[in-house]
């Protein structure tokens, strides 16, 4: 059994123990205005797929592309075998990286509910469908090693233990999710908003 843990940047940077005590592959996902985090050279890491796209679904500029689940599905073709572990990051740990774990453990479990459901994340559903599509092909057949299985390892540090809406959106619709966060900075806050309908739903959540 694989376990799949999902984490921000700052956390495979800093929070993450090396050297890994399991064989892991790494999904390192980050922003067109980021540089690829550097891993240590870490014998238990046997490979690392980086992937630069923003959090954005398919209308936006930098989003997500389908040949990047393409290198997905290859990379866990390639380590699968290989691996006790999968880390998946992107910049906070909440949407894109939650969004591909989801889209593995649908293919491969039955279903990614597990996080999908998960009011703690906000998977972003355009990569959920790009990885999906790409996992499981249009019979419903993987395209990866069919006896690869994955269970979620819910390890995900959590930014900022209080949220708290300010104003409620207008229903239970496919959102969109934005941050404003600068990290080179010591931020005690960050903003949030989901794009409901035209109505942004916005919160705060302080450390």
Known sequence: MIKITVVSRNDAINNVEYPLKEKTAI????NTTQTPVRFPNDMNII????????????????????EQGKEIRS???EVG???????????????????????IL?????????????????????VYNIVLNELVDKDGRLTIQNDLEFEYEDKHIVIAPTIQVLTEGTGNEETETKFSYDEDTEISSFKLYRLINGVKKY????S
């Open 47 to 66: 490979g690392v797929c980086y992937l630069m796209f923003e959090d954005v679904d398919a209308s936006q500029d930098f989003c997500m592309e389908p």
């Open 27 to 30: 999904i390192s996902i980050y």
């Open 106 to 126: 649908a293919a491969t479990m039955g279903s990614g509910d597990i996080i999908l459901k998960n009011e703690n994340l906000s998977p972003n559903m355009h």
């Open 81 to 103: 075998p290989l691996i006790n572990r999968l880390l998946i990051h992107c910049n906070f740990g909440f949407c894109r990286s939650a969004a591909v774990a989801a889209a």
């Open 203 to 206: 919160l705060t959540i302080d």
């Open 75 to 77: 990379f866990l073709k």
